[in-house]
């Protein structure tokens, strides 16, 4: 006797089989197919949860596969799956053979889902989403899963659900289908709709931040076309206030990317509402592990950058982040996609987020924080006025964790210099809801731009549609090739540089890249090599 259950692992998980055969023997549950610490305990948990919900656990020999057998299974979705294929094994619930004359037995190919308390109530796992997902495409219709998980089960209105909150409510549903061919008629819980919280609550306003005229510009053409953005400059600018406040500008997501956004969230466990409809926003500290930031262990899961998918990783204090960190975004910002390798096979996982990077200018902080026009020159002669404590060659080696591989995927870069006095106490700024209509009309028009192509946002144009949609006109054109042979731009850099530009003129609803398009374009790209004059290119 078998019946369906679900294990999370890599990005899609794996359908599990779990049959049940029970023979004269001493009495004792043996559970195979690389069964790890949590499945192995299954087997007392299920005992106890049979005794207390007023079931005879069967006094036998009883054999548990979990199939496939080639794949490590770990967590504790895996008990209720376990204590009803016992049970259907046993004959105190309806095995699939034993069903009405006229219930086929693939009625009762049924996904099962729940960790079991002693007690025998149910507790919810991580992954029902993502298990709904991966049974609906396997052609299972049917599901019984906790009650916390049927909401979460049932997002994508599509199969038969049962809400369980017990043992004994679980054996009813599973004897109802097999009887019947159909489940009790409630239905998953539901709960009085609420009232969207407005993103500007969540994250703040951008109206709440003086001055940053050119930093808040950057976010907005970030947010509108998907491109990486690197902020730098002394601590107290608003460097990392205001890239928090990036989400209370993005657009919605699409329907599809919601699902799949909310999948990937339900499988990593950290799920904790319904469908997530807004980009997410995902900030790591720096003292995260490779396996956190990319992905992986022991049972692959997905890592920050997969959290991040259709969102933003901003990653604040960046250079504090482990160098082998860094370098290996490089090949996940190009590809959208990071594979990790293990034993059993490759496991991809997607990674198709936009990179925001804050920084200071050196590992003191104090490089700018009250910058001269002859701030670089004064440093170099150990009179730095700000009062910076680093030598060139710790400033260098703070800089060299980016590397150039990794910066040159970084489309806009932006100076940000504390505020001064009259920018902190101006008038009132713009609000995010403006800009948000900006980014929102920007996002329709590129999906319209790239319907049924697979591509999402103008920084994700392959070389191709970058030349078919970044036509420049005669005056910016050669604008931009006098700013070319100045700056000794690589290949990746030129098609970045049309790319910001086209979404510059989608913010601006134009057809055309002009030559204020691609001037802007370029001054976000800008960055001296020499960190002493990074605070000369802002101007």
């Known amino acids: 006797m078998h019946v369906m259950a679900y294990a999370p692992y890599g990005a899609d998980g794996i359908i599990i089989r779990v049959e049940a055969d029970i023979r004269r023997g001493i009495p004792g549950v043996d559970i195979t197919g690389l069964a790890e610490g949590a499945v192995r305990e299954a087997r007392e948990r299920v005992r106890a949860a049979f005794r207390n919900s007023g079931y005879t656990f069967p006094q036998d020999r009883i054999l548990i596969n979990l199939a496939p057998a080639g794949v490590r299974k770990d967590g504790a979705s895996l008990d209720l ?128 931040v003086r001055g940053q005229g050119r930093y808040k510009r950057a976010l907005e053409i970030a947010a509108a076309g998907g491109h990486n953005l690197l902020a730098f400059g002394p601590p107290g600018g608003g460097k990392t206030m205001l890239a928090r406040r990036m989400p209370s500008i993005m657009a919605s997501l699409e329907a599809w990317e919601a699902v799949e956004v909310t999948r990937l969230h339900s499988l990593a466990g950290q799920l904790e509402g319904g469908l997530i409809t807004r980009s997410p926003f995902r900030s790591p500290h720096h003292s995260a592990t490779p396996e956190g930031i990319l992905g992986g262990g022991k049972t692959v899961r997905p890592g920050e950058i997969s959290l991040a998918n259709f969102g933003v990783l901003f990653l604040d204090e960046a250079p504090e982040f482990r160098a082998n960190v860094l370098q290996a975004l490089r090949e996940p910002l190009e590809d959208r996609v990071i594979t990790i390798s293990r034993a059993q096979g490759p496991v991809p996982l997607p990674a198709d987020f936009q990179l925001i990077l804050a920084a200071n200018a050196c590992p003191c902080g104090r490089l700018g924080i009250r910058f001269r026009p002859e701030e670089p020159r004064a440093h170099r002669r150990g009179t730095s006025p700000s009062g910076c404590f680093c030598s060139p060659d710790e400033i260098h080696r703070y800089w060299r964790k980016f590397s150039g591989a990794l910066l040159d995927r970084v489309e806009l870069r932006t100076v940000v210099i504390p505020p001064d006095s009259k920018e902190l106490s101006g008038g009132r700024e713009e609000p995010s809801e403006t800009a948000a209509r900006r980014v929102s009309q920007a996002v329709e028009i590129q999906r319209e731009r790239f319907k049924g192509t697979g591509i999402r946002r103008n920084a994700r144009m392959t070389t191709g549609m970058t030349e078919k949609y970044c036509a420049l006109t005669g005056e910016a054109q050669g604008a931009f090739h006098v700013a070319l042979e100045k700056l000794n731009l690589s290949g990746r850099a030129f098609h970045s540089i049309l790319r910001v530009g086209r979404t510059i003129a989608d913010l601006e609803g134009k057809d055309a890249i002009i030559t204020a398009h691609i001037l802007e374009a370029v001054q976000h790209r800008r960055m001296g090599e020499d960190p002493y004059d990074i605070f000369n290119t802002g101007s």
């Open 81 to 208: 799956p376990i204590a009803l294929a016992v049970m259907a094994a046993s004959g105190t619930i309806p095995a699939p053979e034993e069903g009405g004359p006229e219930v086929p037995p693939s009625s009762m190919n049924v996904m099962i889902l729940g960790e079991l308390e002693l007690s025998g109530r149910l507790r919810p796992v991580r992954g029902a989403l993502a298990a709904a997902a991966a049974a609906l495409h396997a052609g299972i219709r049917d599901f019984i899963v906790p009650v916390e998980n049927a909401r979460e089960a049932a997002i994508l209105s599509e199969g038969r659900y049962a809400a369980a909150a017990t043992l004994g409510e679980a054996v009813r549903a599973f004897k109802t289908l097999a009887e019947t061919g159909a489940f009790p008629p409630d239905g998953p819980p539901s709960e009085p709709a609420r009232a969207p919280v407005p993103p500007v609550a969540l994250y703040g306003d951008f109206a709440e």
